[in-house]
């Protein structure tokens, strides 16, 4: 897959979609009410972003976190997962998707993970477009899982702590063959990572919107999309009055 830019659009965006709670609190009903409607809205938005030419898709869909959830909130969660898994997989499989899950899957219910892999090893040479979900994902969990990898290997490598690099690190994180998100969007107001991606988003351009995630939309994603074009990445250099980078 190219990862060049295509025309200012983002190559990766990434989305903490939040909200559902709020949304279906603010119209009486029940939080669960508000996961189907941002199961909807991710659907759609999978389908924007494919249409508009963005070559990498990632969804926080569960956090380390939301284990501290209501149980019944979670076990709810888990069975969303699970029907859209089962329901959704060969669809994107026949639009040439390429499904991908990152986090820590020791927790999760094995039919779940099986479900996970089917689909990861049906679509895992589709080219036109990458779905990543994030399921039990933590960016602290990332970094650990990546230092405890080269921690491992450093012996058979010989590697010393001394000569681990920025690479080393790279390579062993979440998705070492995927750029790093241009973009990251979170709905509903909060403006925080919640421990989402801490490594990958270094330079990744940041997006705060008000809109509770089932009501994004086709028009709120390009909005998302036009804030993002009209920014001048620098990665910590500086512009200058010619507009050059130096």
Known sequence: MSHENKQGLPKHIAIIMDGNGRWA??????????HKAGLQAAKSTIKHCIARGVEVLTLFAFSSEN????????GFLMDLFLNTLENETQRFHEQSVRVKFIGDRIRLDPRIIRKMQ????????????????AIDYGGQWDIQQ???KILATAV??????GEVTKQHIEQALAFPELPAPD?????SGEKRLSNFMLWQLAYSELYFTDILWPDFNEAALDAAIFD?????????EVATTTG???
Do not use: H, S
């Open 228 to 236: 993002y074009m009209q920014r001048d990445r620098r990665y910590g």
């Open 118 to 133: 089917e689909a990861e090893e049906l679509t895992k040479d589709n080219q036109k477009f990458v779905l990543m979900i």
């Open 183 to 187: 973009l990251l969007i979170r709905t």
């Open 156 to 161: 058979r490598d010989g590697v010393i702590a």
């Open 146 to 148: 990546a230092m405890q």
């Open 25 to 34: 609190t603010k119209r009486f009903m029940p939080r669960i009410a508000g």
């Open 244 to 246: 050059r980078v130096d």
């Open 67 to 74: 284990w501290r959830r209501p149980a019944n909130e979670v």
